[in-house]
């Protein structure tokens, strides 16, 4: 099975290229920005969107390690970014200037291969930004096959072959058996660009109609014997430090990321922290702090159970993240179960939980469609 959990919007001209890392996904677009969004909720990092290229963005690729962001442009260039703090660490030219289309880094991070549409492909020292040798090939698309030593089949349990095509549907395929297993068809333009997180099933896809579908894939095959609670547990588990800083950012916790590197947490620590432990280990004596990271943590361990629930993201009110029994649709178009609404707005608070904009009118309208789903649904998937 699988489902579309989350729509991103924020481009403002197609979609050209998706990119995931262990705790990020990187978008970049015709708008000339690249975009950067945490996994954990899918909210876009405080430094992003990152500005530096004059034209079209064609690509964007995360370095192994997660740490650098390589983007490339009609304008010719190739920009390496600092994913932590959105930092630029080095800007590469194409020798011929003809526009850069595709950049990859080599497996162990230390070259990046950037191909243009002369046919130009040029092999850079990625730590120290030098030029090391380049060639004219015929025209470049696509350079994933100049290294070696990939580990395909590690991938597996979580990687599947697509097919992009301009009836702006993404067809999901089995190795294996060589069979469609998905066709997936939320896109109203042409799609442009998919790409698979390495340690979780999700797939994003990129389209000419500005937006990032984000789908979770539920697949019950010896390969995925793990349930989806076990997968997103130990995905943030395996969270490094330089992740949990990452993460810490994007909730805007920044003031905590150098107390949690001297504490060395990472993404297990991090998962079982306490409010004891917040205040005799970590020392953080700010209540409000405190709490704002225990709430955070909560919201991790609600994902958790979500994405294990098998519920439809839709049926989910997006304040409790628990099922709706009697949904309503506020001013900003989107359904929240009603006592959680009435409690969020009976605390003065005037924006809206999905958008933080002002909301222009205070009125919840009883949603009977979703109320109706809802009941289907749990006719039928209750004993």
Not at 228 to 253: H, N, P, R, Y
Not at 278 to 284: A, F, G, H, N, S
């Amino acid at each position: 099975m699988v489902k579309l959990i989350h729509t991103l919007a924020d481009h403002g001209d197609d979609v050209n290229c998706c990119a995931f890392s262990s705790s990020l996904l990187a978008t970049c677009s015709l708008d000339k920005t690249i975009r950067l969004y945490s996994l954990s909720d899918f909210t876009e990092l405080p430094h992003s969107p990152l500005k530096f290229h004059t034209y079209a963005v064609h690509c964007c690729c995360f370095s192994p390690s997660g740490h650098v962001l390589a983007s490339c442009s009609t304008d010719g260039t190739t920009v390496l970014w600092n994913t932590q703090n959105g930092e630029t660490l080095a800007v590469m030219e194409q020798p011929t200037g003809s526009p850069v289309r595709v950049c990859q880094f080599s497996p162990d991070s230390t070259c990046l291969v950037s191909g243009a549409a002369d046919g130009t492909v040029v092999l850079w020292n990625a730590q120290s930004y030098k030029l090391y040798r380049w060639r004219a090939r015929s025209s470049v698309f696509s350079i994933g096959i100049m290294w070696s030593g990939l580990p395909d089949q590690n991938l597996g349990c979580f990687f599947y072959p697509y097919l992009r095509s301009v009836d702006k549907s993404v067809i999901v395929y089995d190795t294996n058996t060589e069979t469609i297993l998905h066709t997936l068809t939320q896109h109203t333009r042409y799609v442009t660009s998919c790409a698979f997180a390495p340690n979780i099933l999700l797939l994003a896809t990129g389209s000419m109609d500005k937006t990032v579908n984000i789908w979770q894939f539920d697949l019950e095959t010896p390969c995925q014997a793990r349930n989806t609670d076990d997968q997103v547990k130990q995905f943030i588990e395996d969270w490094s430090e330089d992740d949990v800083s990452m993460w810490l950012c994007a909730q805007g916790l920044n003031d905590l990321v150098d107390i949690f590197k001297i504490n060395n947490i990472d993404g297990r620590e991090l998962f079982n922290l306490t409010k004891e432990s917040l205040v005799d280990d970590l020392k953080i004596e700010s209540l409000g702090l405190r709490s704002k990271v225990l709430r955070k943590i909560e919201e991790l361990r609600t994902k958790v159970k979500a994405l294990s629930s098998g519920i439809p993201d839709e049926f989910l009110c997006p304040i409790t993240r628990e099922l709706m029994k009697d949904p309503v649709i506020a001013s900003d178009g989107y359904s929240y179960e009603k006592e959680a609404m009435e409690n969020w707005i009976s605390k003065k608070k005037r924006t809206s939980p999905m958008t933080n904009l002002i909301l222009p009118s205070m009125v919840l309208t009883p949603n009977r469609t979703l109320k109706m789903a809802i009941s289907r649904w749990l006719e039928t998937h209750q004993k």
